[in-house]
């Protein structure tokens, strides 16, 4: 088996949620954070043919890219990368599922209570702005008018504030997510806000989204 381009994207961006992953089989990944706050899913255009789990996926990566065209074959305590013409190999031994945090469910979000689009270059530049100010919070603010998206500390008054206009609206919130859980590709969004808890990213492109939470006792909505 070979992987794709976008998939090794998909599986470099998973490794910054959780540095393991229980791979299942078929064309579903699913990872989650230690601490249960980001999800990620997506679905890929390769069959995986069996279960496994890698404990360190950098690593798994780093071997792939060693390869120019890597042929993966999928033992049953391994994985085996060979280069096209066969001179070169390497094993990664896989590790015990029970030492991963994983999930195997879906989550549903019905009837969001906000749902608007994100684009790639608002998304881009708030993540800049918010690492030159070293803020700790990005911010979804509903003033009634328009919602915009917003970097600061939101415990601290004296702090940098950024902001992009993104959508219109008619509600009032503020939605909050730590900095540190703002584990999205690069892309295009569509966002649905859900006041139990939780934001749902659908990337524009590719088959991936992902669940974050919501600080909710930073969090107000009408």
Same mark, same amino acid.
């Given at each position: 088996m070979k992987l794709s381009e976008t998939t090794i994207e998909i599986l470099k961006n998973f490794s910054t949620i959780n540095q393991s992953l229980l791979f299942k089989k078929g064309s579903v990944l699913r990872t989650i954070t230690q601490t249960k706050t980001v999800l990620g899913i997506a679905e890929i255009e390769e069959s995986i043919p069996s279960d496994f789990a890698i404990y360190d996926l950098n690593k798994f990566l780093a071997k792939l890219s060693l390869y120019k065209d890597c042929n993966l074959e999928f033992k049953e305590d391994r994985v085996i990368f060979t280069s096209e013409d066969g001179r070169r190999s390497d094993y990664i031994k896989y590790c015990s599922?029970?030492?991963? $945090?994983?999930?195997?469910? $879906?989550?549903?979000?019905?009837d969001p209570d906000y749902e608007f689009i994100l684009s790639q270059e608002d998304l881009l530049w708030q993540r800049k702005s918010a690492g030159i100010s070293g803020s700790l919070h990005l911010v979804f603010r509903g003033d009634g008018k328009k919602i915009y998206l917003q970097s600061t500390d939101i415990k601290d008054d004296s702090s940098d504030l950024s902001s992009t206009e993104i959508a219109k609206t008619k509600g009032k919130f503020v939605c909050v997510i730590k900095v540190e859980n703002w584990k999205m590709m690069d892309g295009s969004y569509k966002v649905n806000i859900s006041k139990k808890g939780l934001v749902k990213f659908t990337h524009s492109d590719i088959d991936l989204e992902y669940f974050v939470a919501i600080e909710s006792a930073l969090s107000t909505f009408d």
């Open positions: 599922p029970q030492v991963i $945090t994983s999930v195997e469910k $879906t989550l549903v979000m019905n």
